[in-house]
């Protein structure tokens, strides 16, 4: 017998500027990824002051999904997905995103969307914020760090709730709104604050442009948004559930040092709890001022805040998962690649990108999380970016993919034994898609072959990879398959 309950939501997951291209049809305006060059594991991406002529703009065509997307929405279906995971690019609704009437041709766009999966039995789960800010809301008003975006962000939402009312219940608010915690990635693709000048390179670790007051100050504003979000959701539809969206990351002591212990019970802290407690519980945690003292900054949470913040909690934690890391308080031992930084693990492969490889990871996170916010939890991302060849039949043998997805719903199918209420499952990157990190496209997640490369040169043809016909079949047995 399975342990995944029945309508377990298996499927997958993509946000917008990553996958579907045509960023100026039909009406569009620019996002900020649109002024974001590509990179590698070893080259930064930049950020430009605007699209400059003769630049490669990945998000610009992506894997145009603008057009393709009846076809691969069909093919998600074939698999059998009940749930697509995906964002509404806002600067395609709200081209600058501070009018107050929407993009018509958008707003259909979306509509044909939704339509389609509904059409092949997939329930759809909307991300309105999946680091895909109007540029203009970033550059003349300065991203998140100004308050005025709240208004703008619930005037999308609002839109977007009404007029996809019945076709969408599941929102996510925020993507991995804890990105703000982090200083040159969180910034531009987090808060939308953009750094000064032209052509800059977005970095992961320290940040020299970086200004943790406003950054902290953007999370506050992005909380308050999206506690308004949920209130609004259930007013416009009782039917909506709203999730909060963190990016998980398990921080191990890297010995038994109580030095280690005590770093990674703050990295752990800080990196999932802080926004978790805001958005479960309604509430910073005690030690947040602390925090706010260590990091300089002071946040003045008004009566009339905490009130927003206490009313507007989610219904359900979702999560992306990829990696753990650990926590040394030996500053020597501190090893790149990781996105979370840490000390590195002896006892966990590394994908080729550097991300360390751990899933039973995945489960101590879910108990943990658990333990503490007793509502449904949802991991919304987890996959393998990794280098896959097509074969000249169009077949691409990722048994790579198979294992580390297998290890991994091994380990739900653990946590939920051991009582954790888990939704769903949607792996992230279902189709071949721009990395948001890298901005390449060598970088592959899919179940679906895309053929596209890092310089834009490519036929966009789709093809199944061996990973579509292995998780058609576990969704297919409600995970007990998975050989
Ligand atoms: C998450 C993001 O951080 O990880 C996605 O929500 C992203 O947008 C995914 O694509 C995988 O990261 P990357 O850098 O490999 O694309």
Redesign the pocket.
Known sequence: MSTFPEGFLWGGAT?AN?CEGGYDADGKGLGVPDIMTGGTVSEPRHVTDGVKPGVHYPSHEAVDMYTHYLDDIALFGEMGFKCYRMSINWSRVFPKGDEEKPNQAGIEFYRRVFEKCRECGIEPMVTLS??ELPYHLAKEYGGWANPKLIDFYLNYARTAMTEYKGLVKYWLTF??IN?LLMGGFGNIMGAGILPPGDDVAMTFGDTPWDVPQKRYQALHYQFLASAKCVVMAHEIDPENKVGC?I?GNVTYPHTCNPDDVILAQRKQREQNFYCGDVQVRGAYPAWAPAVWKREGVSIEVSDEDAATLAAGTVDFYSF?Y?MSSTASADPKLIEGGN?FGGAGNEYLKKSD?G?AIDPKGLKYYLEEVYDRYQVPLMIV?N?L?AVDVREEDGSVHDSYRVDYLREHIEQMGEAIADGVDLMGYTM??CID??????GEMK?R?GFIYVDKDNDGAGTLARSKKDSFYWYKKVIATNGEDLS
Do not use: D, F, P, R
């Open positions: 946000a990553q999946h680091y993507n991995e990105c969206m990016a992306s990829y996105i990108w991300w991302e996959g970016g992230w990157g898609l721009v990395s948001a990190s890298t970088k997640y």
